[in-house]
């Protein structure tokens, strides 16, 4: 399954963003991933975090 999902990684510089744009969004994902956010709130702190 791994072999077959390569293809489609991308660099973050493919997407814009840099890195305290990954930052914030790896730290609210991790918070959607462990069920402790729901993901409207999420998606509101990421939309405030990435512009």
């Keep these: 399954m791994y072999r077959e999902i390569i293809p489609s990684f991308r660099w973050t510089t493919d997407i814009h963003l840099n890195t305290r744009q990954v930052d914030a969004m790896h730290r609210e994902l991790k918070w959607f991933w462990s069920r402790m956010e729901e993901e409207d709130t999420i998606c509101r702190r990421l ?5």
């Design 47 to 51: 939309e405030e975090a990435l512009t």
